[in-house]
């Protein structure tokens, strides 16, 4: 229930297409030199060992539907009003029946709500229609991302996704559509009225698309980034027949390099920049941004992109050296920069870097058959890899979303699950680190402190918890700019591992 794929499947799963085109490398001496040589990078790998057991974070917890007051150590600034929310899966079974992968648990929503210095939580399941009929039957009963239902008689995760959109034939096909959403929903039905395909992406492989979490936008443009994590789709559409969930039918094929689409937000217009650079998956970015006729995207990229598989519960819930070798099998997350030149021309020069930001190393080499090769700048320093490389990456969205940033934020892994929290200053490329041993902070939220136009001028709100027994969870407050622990509300309340969560302000 809690996987979520952001990317628009037309009615016919039959025709859905994505193809990969493999970028050539030319003739050009200098860039047949440079492309070899960037390809020949291997992906970074952590090496630990003691791990301590974390299958407590990823165990059902009970719902807490009355409101728990928290026990504030420290202080929570006045200024601080609102509620922080988030979700993540919080139950794994149903009867005698169990989830295969983290991504299937049925979603937990939790509530932090602050005012006046308090806080208070409380957190209740998400009444969808599967956790419904899941709970009518004591069984699973519907499909997930890992975990065949068998026999399945209701939807399956990709059949509910589909019932959301009505596509208009002419976008119906081998394509990829972007769509708009209006801000407000007209009526209580679940299908999306007023959506609006507002460019189709052809692909070229019918029956392969590529797996997609997230995408850049900037002020004028949308960038898709097609990554050579790919769905079988005869393996998905068959998966009940040969008894496969339909995690079975995705694969990491780095044979394919990764192609950036940008699409131009307000005609529909898919630019005819053809970039590309050396095989990445990302799930998440960090921002982008316009300058100097460049799109400048940064994203969390890993050069390993089996971490899906990773993620089975069984092994999640490993312990010793079992544990150590899963952790120590996922390719970590590192911040990079890709700069995209929006207006490249016929008489532009092959084997130069067309790229004009002199503050960015970040490349863009025009080929001889005039796609565009990209190179990245890392956004950290080498200090970073000591962490287990980074994720969850935030920034202050209010007023620096498609803008020119120095910071963001984000959850260092030297675990299978973030255990330190970061911030990245992009410029200097300097790290500040808050960690307690034990304790495995969530995604950074980034408040604003009222009346600053400093960029890092807030606080940063991340839900800690821990497996320790004798230990509560609690509500992290951090002073953004020093990185400074400012306080901290605990709730004896167990809860499992989340992935993501906003502030809305009371």
């Known amino acids: 229930m809690f996987f979520q794929i952001f990317l628009h499947f037309v009615s016919n799963l039959s025709t859905i297409a994505v193809g990969f085109l493999s970028v050539m490398i030319q003739r050009i001496p200098i860039l047949k030199k440079y492309v070899e040589s960037t390809r020949q990078k291997k992906a970074i790998f952590s090496k630990q060992e003691r791990l301590p057991c974390i299958a407590p974070l990823v165990t059902t917890v009970e719902e807490t539907p009355q409101i728990v007051s928290a026990c504030v150590r420290g202080h929570f600034p006045q200024w601080l009003r609102g509620y922080l929310l988030r979700v993540g899966p919080g139950k794994f079974e149903f009867g005698k029946d169990k989830y295969n992968h983290w991504f299937d648990g049925m979603a937990l929503l939790h509530q932090f709500r602050m005012e006046k210095g308090t806080v208070t939580y409380r957190s209740k399941f998400l009444q969808s229609d599967t956790y419904k009929a899941n709970s009518v039957h004591d069984r699973i009963v519907i499909s997930e991302f890992g975990t065949l239902a068998v026999p399945d008689p209701c939807k399956n995760v990709f059949e509910r996704f589909l019932s959301k959109f009505e596509v208009p034939g002419k976008h119906a096909g081998s394509c990829y559509n972007v769509i ?137 819930r490993k312990v010793g050296e079992g544990l150590d070798q899963v952790y120590n099998s996922v390719g970590r997350s590192f911040p990079r920069r890709f700069v995209l030149p929006l207006h490249v021309s016929l008489n532009d020069p092959e084997g130069q870097n067309l790229s004009p930001l002199s503050y960015s190393s970040a490349s863009a080499v025009k080929q001889a058959d005039g796609k565009i090769w990209c190179s990245y700048e890392n956004l950290h320093p080498e200090g970073l890899e000591d962490e287990g490389g980074i994720e969850f990456p935030q920034i202050n969205y209010g007023q620096f979303s498609g803008r020119k940033y120095r910071f963001f934020y984000g959850c260092g892994f030297r675990h299978l699950v973030g255990d330190s929290l970061i911030k990245v200053d992009v410029v200097n490329k300097t790290l500040m680190i808050w960690r307690e041993d034990g304790f495995y902070p969530s995604e950074p939220v980034f408040v604003p402190a009222p009346g600053t136009s400093e960029e890092d001028g807030g606080v940063i709100l991340s839900v800690v918890i821990t497996p320790k027994q004798n230990e509560n969870n609690f509500l992290l407050v951090l002073d953004a700019k020093n990185f400074e622990e400012l306080g901290r509300a605990e709730v004896p309340v167990q809860m499992p591992y989340g992935f993501h969560g906003t502030f809305v302000t009371i």
């Open 180 to 316: 708009r959403v209006p801000p407000e929903k007209v009526d209580l039905g679940e299908t999306i009225h007023g959506a609006q395909v507002i460019c189709s992406i052809a692909s070229a492989e019918g029956m392969r698309p590529s797996y997609y979490h997230s995408f850049g936008m900037t002020r004028n443009y949308v960038i898709f980034i097609e990554q050579p994590l790919k769905m079988n789709l005869w393996k998905v559409v068959t998966s009940k027949i040969r008894g496969k969930s339909f995690a079975d039918g995705i694969s990491w094929e780095p044979q394919y390099n990764t192609r950036f689409h940008v699409v131009d937000k307000h005609t529909g217009q898919l630019l005819p920049g053809m970039y590309y650079s050396k095989p990445f998956v990302t799930f998440h970015q960090i921002n982008a941004f316009e300058d100097q006729g460049c799109v400048v995207i940064d994203l969390c990229c890993q050069d390993d992109g089996r971490s899906l598989e990773v993620y089975q519960l069984q092994n999640l």
